[in-house]
């Protein structure tokens, strides 16, 4: 007899399979005397869409809403139907005494599993493999500590609570707003109050009134002395800014005190998603999806990084033995000159990047073992890679270690103090920067020197930044930093369970946002469009803040620890759904179009709206349940034959036309014929096409949901 291994992708499946020896492939799986290895494809079966339960709500209709089914079906996906069919037949094979769950160790990963057994209909004895890593070493070390399914129980049904709650708040919420106020307006408990963190800093900044300040410093011998105080650095009180400048002015000052002390600084930590989301905008301004998907190219394609979706910033010890070969794949690249001497010595397993506890469903990623072939990433992979392998590097060298000089002066009963950093060991530093000559500060205690000017530098105080993709990431991370809670409880709840969204989700909530013109980005600032200050005017306003992601992550924690009941949890849920369609219902608020166009939709007839988008701008029917849109304009990667820059399309189909700022304009069939003729180049007809396009494939069951809302 055999047992089925069940693994969430063939990535993971193949890494399984050759740990244990499993070597024979046949279409969707690998098997040999002792296993059979599988695999989902994420997520292959979900939660039914509101037609599956009753036709009538394939239109959109306030009237027949809340939609709330007394018990949640679940259905095989149409786009992976054929993986689930082999998955199923394997299972039910008489040959397959017991099957193993090997998908993610987390609450996610336990609902792909569980959901595809269910709907299978196999009740054959589960096991549990629960691993950090997916290395051959950790793969067998798990496999022979299987656990019983049985001690996963509560964690799916917590899995189970969280994934039907979303779809039925979600889906009523947005068909609500949306057939209320005749346009299209979508709310969840994750995109509604991401997009009130953009609301609070827009209104924090425009309500900023700037401050005058002043700050202080003395020319002694070429070095300058900065002026201190018990409030710090600097005062709002002119007057006394002037009186010290006239009392130490051309005065004598004397070195109270000079004092040295070592110090060591780490590096940063390991990536994770999210810091590897806001380093990859800061340097190259990638969008967090742009990183994602460049990181899952080199996670599933070149095998060259780690899983991407992870939230842990270290590694599982069982990694230790690996580290040598993840280095010596570095020789590769330009950090050669680094990652050599390392391979020369024993690497050490410091407790900064080494930690079994910090590490949940997967490890901080790093490089694989595998050598990158660098002519073959594109300019983006190549980023994208070398940003993660300098970080690996920066952790397995020594810390950074320096002398810092203090000088401390004294005039009139003013203070004065400059400070000089000495490196003495560069350690992780050297990667970015060169050893710097210093000069040995000249100054000794009591010695007694003339002040040969005062400078004052006035300054106002500035408002916080706006978001950009980078920090509006973090925010999500950590909205208990930025909304005032009912109670630490909460802010708690939401800081353990690392904010609202996943590492997984949060690229796309975004993306989800600018899709639905309720955001902006202006030079790289994340601002609320007129609609989206409507549409956190509309929705209830239990959805605009995470408590109700805190609420529900205490009880969801309760759960998976079998001291709370899924019945218990989802009346509440259904019945806060109740409760906030029946507020949208009632309410007597109006939405206004700030965006409406004299242009006439082609299907309807109604006028249709202008709708930027993060490439420009396009037009689509005001009507929700009319899927019309109009391309009108959108910035392209094909680039100018005069001045190099990015062209932006006019239109559509032979008659599109390209436009460059500085002037230079034409046809689609003219940049076809161009690009046919032309015999060397990186750009050819087939690839201007791809640019058109978005070809990646999605699984989103919650987007299937709404397919009818037009966004």
């Known amino acids: 007899m055999k047992a089925l291994v069940l693994a969430e992708k063939p990535s993971v499946g193949r890494d399984i399979a050759k740990a244990l020896g499993v070597h024979d492939q046949k279409k969707g799986y690998f098997e040999n005397k002792q296993y059979i290895v599988t695999w989902a494809l994420g997520h292959l079966v979900t939660n039914a869409t509101p037609e599956e339960y009753d036709k009538k709500f394939k239109e959109w209709d306030l009237n027949v809403l809340p939609i709330i089914p007394e018990y949640m079906k679940h259905v095989v996906i149409k786009k992976t139907r054929s993986q689930f069919n082999t998955v199923q037949h394997l299972m039910k094979r008489d040959d397959v005494n017991s099957i193993i769950i090997a998908t993610d160790a987390g609450r996610e990963g336990e609902l792909v599993a569980r959901l595809i057994i269910e709907r299978a209909k196999v009740k054959k004895p589960l096991k549990r493999l629960w691993i950090s890593s997916v290395t051959e070493k950790a793969i067998k070390t798990g496999f022979q500590n299987l656990k019983p399914g049985e001690a996963y129980n509560n964690l799916y049904q917590a899995a189970l609570c969280r994934s039907e709650a979303d779809w039925i708040v979600g889906i009523n919420a947005t068909r609500a707003l949306t057939t209320k106020y005749d346009a299209q307006l979508s709310c969840g408990r994750v995109q509604t109050p991401t997009l009130n963190l953009v609301q609070m800093r827009q209104n924090e900044i425009q309500s900023f009134k700037p401050k005058e300040y002043y700050q202080m410093n003395i020319d002694i011998d070429g070095y300058k002395f900065n002026w201190i105080h018990q409030n710090g650095d600097k005062t709002f009180d002119s007057e006394l800014i002037e009186q010290i400048k006239e009392k130490v002015q051309n005065n004598i000052g004397t070195i109270h005190k000079v004092y040295k002390k070592k110090k060591t600084k780490y590096p940063q930590k390991l ?116 940003i993660v392998a300098e970080r690996f590097l920066e952790v397995l060298l020594p810390p950074y270690q320096y002398e810092e000089t203090t000088v401390e002066l004294t005039c009139e009963g003013e203070k004065f103090k400059l400070v000089q950093e000495v490196a003495t060991e560069l350690g992780f530093k050297a990667i970015h920067q060169e050893k710097a000559i ?21 300054k106002d105080t500035e408002p916080p930044a706006y978001f950009n993709e980078g920090t509006l990431l973090k925010a999500m991370e950590s909205p208990q930093l930025f909304f005032k809670l009912k109670d630490k409880k909460m802010a708690q709840t939401l800081n353990e369970t690392g904010g609202i969204g996943t590492v997984a989700t949060r690229a796309d909530i975004i993306e989800k946002l600018y899709s639905s013109n309720v955001i902006e980005a202006i030079q790289g600032k994340i601002k609320i469009t007129p609609k989206g200050k409507q549409l956190l005017n509309l929705a209830p306003e239990q959805l605009t803040s995470p408590e109700l992601t805190a609420n529900w992550e205490m009880k969801l924690n309760q759960i998976e620890k079998g001291q709370y009941s899924k019945g218990t949890f989802m009346k509440e849920m259904r019945d806060f759904t109740r409760e906030i369609i029946a507020d949208i219902k009632n309410s007597e608020d109006k939405f206004k179009h700030d965006n409406i166009t004299t242009t006439e939709c082609p299907t309807c007839g109604k006028f249709m709206l202008k709708v930027k988008t993060k490439n420009g701008q396009m037009l689509v029917c005001q009507d929700p349940t009319c899927k019309t849109k109009k391309n009108q304009q959108r910035q392209t990667n094909a680039r100018c034959p005069n001045c190099k820059k990015k062209l932006t399309l006019y239109g559509t189909g032979k008659k599109a036309t390209y436009r460059c700022v500085c002037g230079h304009t034409e046809t689609q069939e003219h940049m076809d014929e161009r690009l046919k003729n032309r015999k060397t180049g990186k750009i050819g007809k087939k690839e201007m096409k791809q640019y058109m396009k978005n070809d990646e494939v999605e699984n989103n069951p919650f987007k299937d949901a709404l397919k009818d809302l037009k966004l």
């Open 438 to 458: 210093v000069k040995e500060l000249p100054f000794k205690e009591q010695q007694q020197l003339k002040i040969q000017k005062v400078n004052i530098s006035t």
């Open 271 to 386: 990536y994770d998603l999210t810091s590897l989301q806001q380093t990859a905008y800061q340097r190259y301004k990638m969008s967090a999806k742009e990183t994602l998907n460049t990181m899952q190219s080199l996670y599933e394609q070149h095998k060259v990084l780690t899983y991407p979706r992870t939230d842990s910033n270290y590694l599982t010890d069982d990694m230790v033995s690996s580290l040598k070969e993840r280095v010596s794949s570095l020789s590769a690249t330009s950090l050669k000159s680094y990652a050599v001497p390392l391979l020369k010595q024993q690497i050490k397993a410091g407790k900064h990047f080494i930690d079994n506890n910090k590490v949940s469903d997967h490890h901080a990623i790093v490089p694989t073992e595998v050598r990158p072939n660098m002519d073959q990433l594109s300019p983006r992979e190549e980023k994208i890679y070398m």
